[in-house]
């Protein structure tokens, strides 16, 4: 059989106050190495700031992953260029439209308090798609910026389904 496999990577755009919580971190750590050296518990917090650290300082870079495979389309979330989440996952069968986030098809779907998941650069004057999925009774709306590779691949496999 033939398999078709398409991948874009986007990296969001660090938000302002993540330069503030780095400098906080940088601070508390600092901090915490001061208490160590003055007082004979000070160690432990050292301990536990240097833990809080390491998972927290890789959510300062985000990327996300948009990978199809044949009809399977998934978001994933990449934090700090080593760990990998899962963010969405589906199958075209349960995809609506995928369209320019401002065509009035996409806008047709929408729908009071449906979930809306933005996996977008968060950049301005980027081309943003929709996926609206329906599924189990529950519509949701999924923000992508695809490049042209990934919406011709879906153009072939849904062509009723894709809004260029």
Same mark, same amino acid.
């Given at each position: 059989m033939n398999e078709a496999y398409v991948e874009w990577l986007v990296k969001r755009k660090t938000p302002g106050y993540n330069y503030l919580l780095k400098g906080l971190l940088a601070f508390v750590c600092v901090l915490s190495f001061l208490i160590a050296m003055t007082t004979p518990f000070g160690f432990i917090v050292l301990l536990a700031v240097i833990v809080a650290m390491y998972f927290i300082w890789p959510m300062f870079s985000i990327e996300y992953e948009y990978l199809i495979v044949n009809d399977q389309v998934?978001? #994933?979330? +990449?934090?700090?260029?080593? %760990?990998?989440?899962?963010?969405?996952?589906?199958? /075209?069968?349960?995809?609506?439209?995928?369209?320019?986030?401002d065509a009035y098809?996409?806008?047709d779907l929408q729908k009071q308090g449906m979930k809306?998941?933005?996996?977008?650069?968060?950049?301005?004057?980027?081309?943003?798609?929709?996926?609206?999925?329906?599924k189990a009774g529950e519509t949701t709306q999924v923000l992508i910026?695809?490049? #042209?590779? +990934?919406?011709?691949?879906? %153009?072939?496999?849904?062509?009723?389904?894709?809004? /260029?």
């Open positions: 998934s978001v #994933d979330k +990449i934090m700090g260029q080593t %760990r990998r989440k899962k963010a969405w996952e589906a199958v /075209l069968e349960d995809i609506e439209l995928i369209g320019p986030r098809q996409v806008k809306v998941l933005d996996f977008t650069s968060r950049e301005p004057n980027r081309k943003v798609y929709a996926i609206m999925q329906q910026e695809p490049n #042209d590779r +990934i919406l011709e691949h879906l %153009r072939q496999r849904a062509p009723r389904k894709v809004i /260029l």
